[in-house]
Structure formats: structure tokens, C-alpha cells
């Protein structure tokens, strides 16, 4: 129900199909009338025509890709909520693990990513362990952030009822934690997909960053472009996907709430 | 000052016996929240606490709720020493601390949730209650579709649900307009003359203190501590007319002449 409002919301639609053609258009008038080559810039009728040649081949390592994206995304996602629990339960954990994730964190991931390939190999493992490295931090500090935000007397009241500690996170840190965890999750699977990517780049044989890699190497530009524009269409429908949860999962979120907030009232 | 519960001399349902409350902080010296706090209610008595802001007086129900330790001396209920939560209370807030993630209904079942009881079995009593409060039909609607005063109707029924015999309010009607503090002031009164609870009632409006209470404990600020304790013999039902009547007026100023003495509105 709800996803089928937010799919026919038509405001939101149009414009995002009127933004896409409109530059579609714009890209292709300008190719054509200055006579760009390909190897600089293909007009968008090249690359679709690249696409549709070898629909299959694409897919596959379209496929592979997002397999390190989303096994990366998940553990990530299992890793941090865990991580995260036990830093905002534990002074210890928030002393040591906290400290060093947030200190950890300006380091620029990628770099890591060398290393990863070296303990790991070139196949799916490395690119998922990186993938999961540059996702695991947006989700543990949102998630923090999310469980520390509970309202102060809502725990007052579930103590008074008796909750357990286990009840009252359920209950109450859980649901409170959702949105913040959703900002965090939105960051995090494209992050995931910058990981899978940067791995690709290193070292691969298969995946759409080897793809772009090798198209480079020839000078075959259509194909780079035709690998860039499925990476942009996965990486948005990644993101919607996590959005349509988010609407899903948390109705009563405020940003949500649109007109439904003022149906009724009285006394 | 009155020390001795009022009536037949058994054992008072609450007794404060000379209750200190001292916060302290790191670095800072201590705060005396509470000082020497003595009273005690009968059962199904209407005890009001009034004070200015700062005078300790939620931090009295925090630590009659049990949900926090006192400095030094004791709380009973029925004889017993509180050292956490009873299982025979209900708590309202000012703020309604409704969960958004959970209809009404599952709000007002809140209790039954974290004692693991069936919710079947308590499914009458609760739309019992909400029809009660005048909020039929409305169980299946989530709390943000709900104005202020029905929200803490809400919050009212799922204090009541377990039918505690003592019930705590934290100045529930503090953050309601005034036409709509009238209304729940009276439907509360009424709900009390039906289900007769022992209810400790906290506020800061002499008004509605005298208007709900058999008594009044008036406190103090810097450090918290009872000034005096007003017995308010009106008879019951009371209208919202009593409050223009010659003897209902007698009381608020005896009260304001307190504040007075006190130091307040000195304008």
C-alpha cells in the first residue's frame, strides 16, 4: 500500500524522468552537432546500442558486482547493529571499539583495498571484505546515534512496567534507532558499491570496475560509459530500495507523515 | 505540619518517612534535590504535590516509582520498602510518552507486552478503557494521528490497564491548553470516584490541586522540602463551577499566600 503510493507519488516521478531525458537529449544534441568522437564522448544512442549488442555479458558482470556489493552491504549491516548494541550496553566496548572505529575511520578505506587483495585474492572475497570495511562505519556510528536517542521517559515507563533490559531494547532503542539506522543504511550501500568497485579496480576478472578497467586499457570508450550507466542505475535503485524500506518500516517517521498527521482531532 | 496519616490510624498505603535526594556530579558540589520529606496517603486517597518549578517534586515520584534510590531515609508501600518499581502502579507523564510504532491499542497494552501476559485476555479491558476516556473507534489509529489531549487519554488508560491500586501523575495535564486541561481534570475525577486508586498527583496549577485533591502537599524549593500539607474537604462530584465558590477560593489563597511567603510572584 504504501509502496504503491510512494511509486505513483507523480511529482517525484516526473521529475526524475524529466531530469534524465532532458539531459539524455541535451548530451545527445551536443555529440552529434559537434561532432565529438567516440572515444572522447559516445552520444547516449551509442551506449544504449553498446548495451543492447551484448545484453547477457553485461549482466553477468553486472551480477558479479553487486554480489560483492550486497554479501558486503549484509555483513556489514550484521556487524555494525551488533558492534553497535554492545557499544551503547557496554562502557568497556564504547572505551575501546568506539574509540577505535572513529579513529579508524579517516582513513580513507580504499586504501586498504591493496591489502584486502593481497590476504584474500582476486576473487568474490576480497571484494566483499572491502565492500564491508566502507560500509561497516556509517551504519555502527548512525546506529549509535539511534539507540542513544530513545526518549529518556519512555525508558523511565518501561522500567516502571518491569521491561527487562533485553524488552526495552526491542521495544523501545530499536524502533527509536530506525531512522537514524536508515540515514546510516542509505550512506552505507553506496558505499558498499564504492567498495566492490575500488576492488574490482586492483585486481579482478570479473565485475563491471574490471569491465571499465579493461575498456579503458583500449581506448573503447562506449563500453566505459556503458558500465558507468549501469553502476548509475544500480547505485539508485540500491538507494530507493533501502528508502522504500524505510517508508515501509517506519510510517510513523515525521518526514513521512505527509497529510495523514491531521486527520483527526478533538478533547 | 501534618506527620500522621489522616483517618483510622492502620497502616498508612504510602508512607515517606523524612527523605533525602542528593545528586551529585563530578566536579561540582552536591545538589540537595529533596530535604526531610515526610507524608503519607491513605488508600484510595487524592494526594496533589504543588510546587514551583525546581522544588524536587517529580524527582519525589521518580523515587515513589522506584526508579530511583533515595539519599537516605525510607519509602513504603503497604509496609513494604520501595527498592524498585512495584508491580501494583501506574505511571502517567506530562509528557504522554506514547510509542509511534504502536497503535493506540498496542500503546494501551503496553503493560501486558512486557509481562508476557496474553493480549487477548486484556483486549476488553483496554477498549473498555478507551471507550471510558471517549475514545472509541479511535484503537486502531497511531498516536501522531491523535491531538494532545487524546494522546494522554491514551497514555491515562494504559496507566489504568493492570487496574494498579496506586497510580502516579507527573503533571500529565501540564502541557495541554487550558479548555482541554478542564475537561480531563473532570473525567479524571470521575474515573477516581469509580475505580478509587490511591493517586499521588503532581502540578504546578494550585487550581487544579485543590480542584482533584482530599489533600494538597505544598512544597518548597532550594532544597525541596514540605511546606505544608492542605486538606481541601470539598464535597464530591466537584463541578468546575466549585472554583468561583467562596470556600474553593478560601484554599487557593491560603496556598498562594504560601508561594507568597515564599518568595514567589513578587511581581
Known amino acids: ?267 | 505540619m501534618e506527620v500522621s496519616p489522616i483517618g483510622s490510624g492502620s497502616v498508612p498505603y504510602l508512607q515517606v518517612t523524612e527523605v533525602d535526594k542528593t545528586y551529585s556530579t563530578k566536579g561540582r558540589s552536591d545538589v540537595k534535590a529533596l530535604q526531610g520529606v515526610t507524608f503519607s496517603l491513605d488508600e484510595r486517597e487524592f494526594v496533589s504535590i504543588l510546587g514551583p518549578s525546581g522544588c524536587g517534586k517529580s524527582t519525589l515520584l521518580k523515587l515513589v516509582a522506584g526508579l530511583s534510590p533515595v539519599s537516605a531515609g525510607v519509602i513504603e508501600v503497604k509496609g513494604c520498602a520501595v527498592n524498585g518499581p512495584p508491580d501494583n502502579m501506574g505511571i502517567v507523564f506530562q509528557r504522554d510518552v506514547l510509542l509511534d510504532w504502536l497503535d493506540n491499542l498496542d500503546n494501551v497494552l503496553l503493560p501486558i507486552r512486557y509481562a508476557k501476559l496474553r493480549a487477548a485476555d486484556w483486549t476488553p479491558r483496554a477498549l473498555e478503557l478507551l471507550t471510558t476516556l471517549g475514545l472509541a473507534g479511535f484503537e486502531r489509529r497511531f498516536p501522531w494521528e491523535l491531538s494532545g489531549g487524546m494522546r494522554q487519554r491514551v497514555s491515562i488508560c494504559r496507566a489504568l490497564l493492570r487496574n494498579p491500586e496506586l497510580l502516579l501523575m507527573d503533571e500529565p495535564f501540564g502541557a495541554l491548553d487550558a479548555l482541554t486541561r478542564d475537561e480531563l481534570n473532570l473525567e479524571l475525577q470521575r474515573v477516581w470516584m469509580s475505580q478509587r486508586k490511591t493517586v499521588l498527583f503532581i502540578t504546578h496549577s494550585i487550581a487544579e490541586a485543590v480542584f482533584l485533591s482530599d489533600r494538597v502537599i505544598v512544597m518548597s524549593r532550594n532544597p525541596g522540602r514540605i511546606l505544608d500539607i492542605v486538606r481541601v474537604p470539598l464535597p464530591r462530584p466537584r463541578p468546575l463551577g466549585i472554583r468561583e465558590t467562596p470556600a474553593f477560593g478560601s484554599y487557593v489563597a491560603r496556598i498562594r499566600e504560601m508561594f507568597e511567603k515564599m518568595g514567589l510572584f513578587r511581581g
Not at chain 1, 22 to 48: H, N, Y
Open chain 1, 1 to 267: 500500500m504504501i509502496a504503491l503510493q510512494w511509486f505513483t507519488q507523480p511529482s517525484r516521478a516526473r521529475s526524475v524522468v524529466t531530469v534524465l531525458v532532458g539531459t539524455a537529449v541535451v548530451w545527445q544534441l551536443a555529440v552529434v552537432l559537434l561532432k565529438v568522437p567516440d572515444f572522447i564522448l559516445p552520444a547516449p544512442s551509442e551506449i544504449f546500442a553498446e548495451l543492447a549488442s551484448s545484453p547477457g555479458w553485461y549482466l553477468r558482470h553486472a551480477y558479479f558486482t553487486l554480489q560483492s556489493c550486497f554479501i558486503g552491504f549484509a555483513i556489514a549491516f550484521g556487524i555494525g547493529v551488533l558492534a553497535a548494541i554492545g557499544i551503547v550496553y557496554s562502557r568497556f566496548l564504547e572505551d575501546t571499539l568506539y574509540t577505535l572505529l572513529v579513529s579508524l575511520n579517516s582513513i580513507p578505506k580504499i586504501a586498504l583495498a591493496p591489502l584486502f587483495i593481497i590476504w584474500l585474492g582476486t576473487g568474490l572475497s576480497s571484494k566483499v571484505a572491502i565492500s564491508a570495511l566502507i560500509a561497516l562505519f556509517a551504519i555502527v556510528i548512525d546506529t549509535v546515534l539511534g539507540l542513544r536517542s530513545a526518549d529518556p521517559d519512555a525508558i523511565d515507563l518501561s522500567r516502571s512496567l518491569r521491561a527487562s533490559p533485553l524488552q526495552i531494547l526491542v521495544t523501545i532503542r530499536f524502533p527509536s534507532a530506525l531512522p537514524a539506522m536508515f540515514a546510516g543504511t542509505k550512506v552505507a550501500i553506496s558505499l558498499a558499491l564504492v567498495g566492490a568497485i575500488a576492488g574490482e579496480f586492483v585486481a579482478s576478472e570479473q565485475g563491471l570496475g574490471y569491465v571499465i578497467l579493461v575498456a579503458q586499457g583500449m581506448f573503447q570508450t562506449t563500453r566505459v560509459f556503458a558500465a558507468i550507466i549501469l553502476l548509475g542505475v544500480i547505485g539508485t535503485v540500491l538507494f530507493y530500495l533501502v528508502d522504500l524500506a524505510e517508508r515501509m518500516l517506519i510510517p510513523w517517521h515525521v518526514s513521512h507523515r505527509g497529510g495523514r498527521a491531521s486527520g483527526a482531532h478533538g478533547g
